[in-house]
């Protein structure tokens, strides 16, 4: 008698899911007099931060090698002397830093440990560039090597009921601040927004915020964990064409082929304000290079080049808050884009406006702020294969042409017209369903499987009609 093997099933540890976490502002009403004692608690924690970054790097070979909580404990003890601990072995070093600054002797307990852990950040970041810019791993093959700034512009983090108290209905707070001589509460400070309220939701939790003082304004970064539930499922999905001349194309796509609803989303005013800065970037490198014969300088239009970046930041924020809006109001709980995470421009002359649009193409930006978005509604973003989105006929006629006139319109094999992103679009949802209804893979691009004989199409909307047909 023959024992069938039977193959080994490993168990797969669960990953735990993390935590979905979003950051408010909490604006402060805050006097002359309270801002300056704001700053005066900023400059204090900062002063207070230095020599701890300088330690931990020193010591870095070790605390490396331990977990996130023993850093910060083997840290403390290196600096802090108490009745278990009487000799620290930088308490000489941190000595003649309270000598400078007599003030590190009120510091309080709590604003040391979130100190310590900043610097523990600052370190850890500073040695993992090192290490990438050793191994080559640079924007530039001539970039110069990052360095540990010791003195960063860091914020105090503030823990609950120990920096910061919170009133009823979170209208007002108290925070503990340095006022030059000791440390203080200051009582009863308004705020006057709370950013998008995210603290009210069912299941949100609040976490230590951060609190921001400078010369423009004083405020609470509040980081907030919500816990959204997961949409109800749908016989419909948003599917979004992303484009150059429009912005983004959405449908709402049936499992069964069935198109209920379209949109387009063009912020045409923001994308000429954008357009017309890079055309007068364009004309003063132009007008420089034949005035001096020589290469343009460092920082050229430097103003000109943030307020284009600023503005195709803006496209991306408000296109993906319409495409969340479109999506909550037809009660579908997935958006699919398609996949051009590696789509490389071919068009275009080198210097021509066409080329730098393609170069100021926000897509990766779009895709990243609606994933944010919609996940924290509770819905899901899932992406499809790109191949012959664009090029075939939702109605499974064959390959398009596009018009000489207007080059947005399609023209298919049987003669009709139509919008060429609309017809994308419809062919981005069914790619989706029949990667759900057959049971493969998202990057499916044909019907059928392969084979030397078969002329195969790739899947449409009109795949969908002739699988609820069948």
Request: glycine letters at 4%; one cysteine or more; aromatic letters at 10%.
């Given at each position: 008698?023959?024992?069938?093997?039977?193959?080994?099933?490993?168990?797969?540890?669960?990953?735990?899911?993390?935590?979905?976490?979003?950051?408010?502002?909490?604006?402060?009403?805050?006097?002359?007099?309270?801002?300056?004692?704001?700053?005066?608690?900023?400059?204090?924690?900062?002063?207070?931060?230095?020599?701890?970054?300088?330690?931990?790097?020193?010591?870095?070979?070790?605390?490396?090698?331990?977990?996130?909580?023993?850093?910060?404990?083997?840290?403390?003890?290196?600096?802090?002397?108490?009745?278990?601990?009487?000799?620290?072995?930088?308490?000489?070093?941190?000595q003649k830093a309270i000598s400078n600054h007599p003030s590190f002797r009120k510091f309080p307990s709590y604003l040391r440990r979130a100190a310590i852990q900043d610097a523990l950040g600052i370190v850890s970041s500073f040695v993992t560039r090192w290490d990438a810019w050793k191994r080559g791993e640079r924007k530039h093959r001539y970039d110069n090597s990052p360095k540990l700034t010791s003195m960063c512009n860091s914020y105090p983090a503030l823990y609950k009921g120990q920096q910061v108290k919170y009133h009823s209905n979170f209208a007002s707070v108290e925070l503990k601040i340095w006022n030059g001589k000791d440390w203080v509460w200051m009582e009863n400070i308004p705020v006057r927004k709370h950013g998008k309220s995210r603290h009210i939701r069912e299941g949100a939790k609040l976490l230590s915020p951060s609190f921001i003082a400078n010369?423009?304004?004083?405020?609470?970064?509040?980081?907030?964990?919500?816990?959204?539930?997961?949409?109800?499922?749908?016989?419909?999905?948003?599917?979004?064409?992303?484009?150059?001349?429009?912005?983004?194309?959405?449908?709402?796509?049936?499992?069964?082929?069935?198109?209920?609803?379209?949109?387009?989303?063009?912020?045409?005013?923001?994308?000429?304000?954008?357009?017309?800065?890079?055309?007068?970037?364009?004309?003063?490198?132009?007008?420089?290079?034949?005035?001096?014969?020589?290469?343009?300088?460092?920082?050229?239009?430097?103003?000109?080049?943030?307020?284009?970046?600023?503005?195709?930041?803006?496209?991306?924020?408000?296109?993906?808050?319409?495409?969340?809006?479109?999506?909550?109001?037809?009660?579908?709980?997935?958006?699919?884009?398609?996949?051009?995470?590696?789509?490389?421009?071919?068009?275009?002359?080198?210097?021509?406006?066409?080329?730098?649009?393609?170069?100021?193409?926000?897509?990766?930006?779009?895709?990243?702020?609606?994933?944010?978005?919609?996940?924290?509604?509770?819905?899901?973003?899932?992406?499809?294969?790109?191949?012959?989105?664009?090029?075939?006929?939702?109605?499974?006629?064959?390959?398009?042409?596009?018009?000489?006139?207007?080059?947005?319109?399609?023209?298919?094999?049987?003669?009709?017209?139509?919008?060429?992103?609309?017809?994308?679009?419809?062919?981005?949802?069914?790619?989706?369903?029949?990667?759900?209804?057959?049971?493969?893979?998202?990057?499916?691009?044909?019907?059928?499987?392969?084979?030397?004989?078969?002329?195969?199409?790739?899947?449409?909307?009109?795949?969908?009609?002739?699988?609820?047909?069948?």
């Amino acid at each position: 008698m023959v024992k069938k093997k039977t193959k080994k099933q490993s168990k797969r540890k669960k990953a735990d899911k993390e935590p979905n976490i979003r950051t408010d502002v909490w604006q402060l009403v805050v006097t002359q007099e309270q801002r300056q004692l704001a700053l005066l608690t900023v400059a204090e924690y900062r002063h207070f931060l230095k020599p701890l970054g300088l330690i931990s790097y020193w010591n870095w070979a070790r605390l490396s090698q331990l977990t996130s909580n023993e850093r910060v404990n083997t840290l403390e003890k290196l600096i802090h002397k108490t009745a278990d601990n009487p000799s620290p072995k930088y308490y000489w070093y941190f000595q003649k830093a309270i000598s400078n600054h007599p003030s590190f002797r009120k510091f309080p307990s709590y604003l040391r440990r979130a100190a310590i852990q900043d610097a523990l950040g600052i370190v850890s970041s500073f040695v993992t560039r090192w290490d990438a810019w050793k191994r080559g791993e640079r924007k530039h093959r001539y970039d110069n090597s990052p360095k540990l700034t010791s003195m960063c512009n860091s914020y105090p983090a503030l823990y609950k009921g120990q920096q910061v108290k919170y009133h009823s209905n979170f209208a007002s707070v108290e925070l503990k601040i340095w006022n030059g001589k000791d440390w203080v509460w200051m009582e009863n400070i308004p705020v006057r927004k709370h950013g998008k309220s995210r603290h009210i939701r069912e299941g949100a939790k609040l976490l230590s915020p951060s609190f921001i003082a400078n010369k423009r304004s004083v405020h609470l970064s509040m980081p907030v964990e919500i816990n959204p539930q997961p949409l109800p499922n749908s016989d419909y999905v948003c599917a979004i064409d992303i484009g150059i001349n429009t912005t983004a194309t959405c449908s709402i796509v049936g499992s069964y082929g069935t198109v209920k609803a379209r949109a387009f989303i063009n912020p045409a005013r923001d994308i000429d304000r954008r357009d017309q800065r890079k055309q007068r970037i364009a004309n003063k490198s132009k007008l420089t290079r034949k005035i001096t014969n020589q290469d343009l300088p460092k920082g050229f239009c430097q103003g000109l080049y943030r307020k284009s970046k600023n503005i195709n930041k803006h496209i991306a924020q408000t296109v993906s808050s319409q495409i969340v809006e479109f999506a909550q109001k037809h009660n579908v709980n997935v958006i699919v884009f398609e996949d051009l995470s590696n789509w490389k421009a071919k068009g275009g002359k080198h210097g021509s406006l066409q080329k730098q649009r393609f170069h100021q193409w926000c897509k990766d930006k779009l895709v990243e702020l609606t994933i944010q978005k919609f996940s924290e509604l509770g819905g899901k973003v899932s992406k499809v294969n790109a191949k012959y989105t664009s090029a075939y006929a939702f109605d499974g006629s064959g390959k398009i042409k596009r018009s000489n006139k207007k080059y947005s319109i399609a023209i298919f094999q049987n003669g009709k017209r139509y919008n060429a992103d609309l017809s994308a679009s419809y062919n981005i949802g069914a790619r989706y369903w029949y990667a759900i209804l057959t049971n493969s893979k998202f990057t499916r691009v044909w019907v059928g499987k392969s084979s030397s004989h078969t002329l195969r199409t790739p899947v449409t909307l009109s795949t969908l009609w002739e699988l609820s047909k069948a």
